[in-house]
C-alpha cells in the first residue's frame, strides 16, 4: 500500500512539473517582444522638416534658408534584414529667403515708414516652391542592433521632384498683406536631384518602426528656367517616419 502511494506521489510530481515547464515556455513565449527588424515590407507615413536654399554661382540675389515642411506616404521592401529599397510620394515645400537691400533701416528704427518689396533687409522675402516629389532610395541597417532595439540606417537615391508652383513673397508683418507674385514661369519646372539621409530605426515593440533620420537633398539642374543665374535648390533637414 505505502509503495503504491509513493509511485503514485511520483508520478503526480512528474505530471505537475512538466505542466509548470510548459506554462513557463507559453509565459515566456507571450513576453517575448516581437522583432520587427526581421520583417520584409513595411508601410508608413513621414514628417518632414527641412530648410531650403539656393546655392551656385552668378546668383541674382543673396540667398539664405527657409523651413520647408512636407509629408510622404513610403513603402519599404527588405529582402534581407539589412538591404533594402524604399519608394514614397508625398508633397514637399522647397524654396529659399532672399536678402534685400535695407534702405530704411527696418520697422523699429522707422516704425512710421511702410517698408517697402525691395527696401528692407530683415529676412522677410520668401521663395517658395510647393512640389510633388517621389523619392526611390536604396536602404541600407546594421544587421544587429547597436543597443536593444536600435539600429542604424541610411538611404542613398534619387527624387523625382515636379514643381507645382513657385510664389514670390514678401512678409508685411505690420498690416498682415503680404506681397506676393506667382513667378513659377521663371523656375525649373521638374528635377531629379539626388538624396542621401542616415539615422537610427527603433523597435517600438509590436506596434511599428520609429525612424529618425538627417536628409540632404541637392538639385542636379539649374534652378532658374530664365537667365537669372546658375544655382541649385537644396534641402536639409529632419524626417520623422512612423512604419508597420
Same mark, same amino acid.
Given at each position: 500500500?505505502?509503495?503504491?502511494?509513493?509511485?503514485?506521489?511520483?508520478?503526480?510530481?512528474?505530471?505537475? +512539473?512538466?505542466?509548470?515547464?510548459?506554462?513557463?515556455?507559453?509565459?515566456?513565449?507571450?513576453?517575448?517582444?516581437?522583432?520587427?527588424?526581421?520583417?520584409?515590407?513595411?508601410?508608413?507615413?513621414?514628417?518632414?522638416?527641412?530648410?531650403?536654399?539656393?546655392?551656385?554661382?552668378?546668383?541674382?540675389?543673396?540667398?539664405?534658408?527657409?523651413?520647408?515642411?512636407?509629408?510622404?506616404?513610403?513603402?519599404?521592401?527588405?529582402?534581407? =534584414?539589412?538591404? $533594402?529599397? =524604399? %519608394?514614397? &510620394? $508625398?508633397?514637399?515645400?522647397?524654396? +529659399?529667403?532672399?536678402?534685400?537691400?535695407?534702405? =530704411? $533701416?527696418?520697422?523699429?528704427?522707422?516704425?512710421?515708414?511702410?517698408?517697402?518689396?525691395?527696401?528692407? +533687409?530683415?529676412?522677410?522675402?520668401?521663395?517658395?516652391?510647393? #512640389?510633388?516629389?517621389?523619392?526611390?532610395?536604396?536602404?541600407?541597417?546594421?544587421?544587429?542592433?547597436?543597443?536593444?532595439?536600435?539600429?542604424?540606417?541610411?538611404?542613398?537615391?534619387?527624387?523625382?521632384?515636379?514643381?507645382?508652383? %513657385?510664389?514670390?513673397?514678401?512678409?508685411?508683418?505690420?498690416? $498682415?498683406?503680404?506681397?506676393?507674385?506667382? %513667378? #513659377?514661369?521663371?523656375?525649373?519646372?521638374?528635377?531629379?536631384?539626388?538624396?542621401?539621409?542616415?539615422?537610427?530605426?527603433?523597435?517600438?515593440?509590436?506596434?511599428?518602426?520609429?525612424?529618425?533620420?538627417?536628409?540632404? #537633398?541637392?538639385?542636379?539642374?539649374? %534652378?532658374?528656367? +530664365?537667365?537669372?543665374?546658375?544655382?541649385?535648390?537644396?534641402?536639409?533637414? &529632419?524626417?520623422?517616419?512612423?512604419?508597420?
Amino acid at each position: 500500500m505505502e509503495k503504491n502511494i509513493i509511485i503514485s506521489t511520483l508520478v503526480l510530481l512528474t505530471i505537475a +512539473s512538466q505542466s509548470i515547464a510548459q506554462e513557463k515556455e507559453r509565459i515566456l513565449a507571450e513576453a517575448d517582444v516581437k522583432n520587427l527588424f526581421e520583417k520584409k515590407f513595411y508601410w508608413g507615413i513621414t514628417g518632414n522638416q527641412y530648410w531650403g536654399k539656393i546655392r551656385g554661382d552668378n546668383l541674382p540675389n543673396e540667398y539664405f534658408g527657409k523651413p520647408c515642411l512636407g509629408t510622404n506616404l513610403k513603402v519599404e521592401y527588405y529582402p534581407i =534584414s539589412f538591404i $533594402g529599397a =524604399s %519608394v514614397g &510620394f $508625398g508633397i514637399q515645400q522647397r524654396g +529659399s529667403g532672399i536678402i534685400t537691400t535695407d534702405n =530704411s $533701416g527696418g520697422s523699429f528704427t522707422h516704425p512710421w515708414e511702410q517698408p517697402q518689396y525691395d527696401g528692407d +533687409s530683415t529676412y522677410r522675402r520668401r521663395l517658395r516652391f510647393n #512640389t510633388l516629389e517621389v523619392p526611390i532610395t536604396l536602404l541600407l541597417r546594421t544587421p544587429k542592433d547597436i543597443i536593444k532595439g536600435v539600429r542604424l540606417s541610411a538611404a542613398v537615391g534619387v527624387a523625382y521632384v515636379k514643381t507645382m508652383r %513657385v510664389n514670390d513673397v514678401f512678409l508685411v508683418v505690420e498690416d $498682415g498683406y503680404h506681397q506676393d507674385q506667382v %513667378v #513659377t514661369k521663371d523656375y525649373l519646372a521638374s528635377d531629379l536631384p539626388l538624396q542621401l539621409s542616415f539615422g537610427t530605426d527603433i523597435n517600438a515593440g509590436d506596434t511599428g518602426i520609429l525612424q529618425v533620420h538627417f536628409v540632404y #537633398t541637392r538639385g542636379n539642374k539649374n %534652378v532658374f528656367a +530664365s537667365n537669372q543665374g546658375d544655382g541649385q535648390l537644396i534641402t536639409y533637414g &529632419f524626417r520623422l517616419s512612423w512604419l508597420y
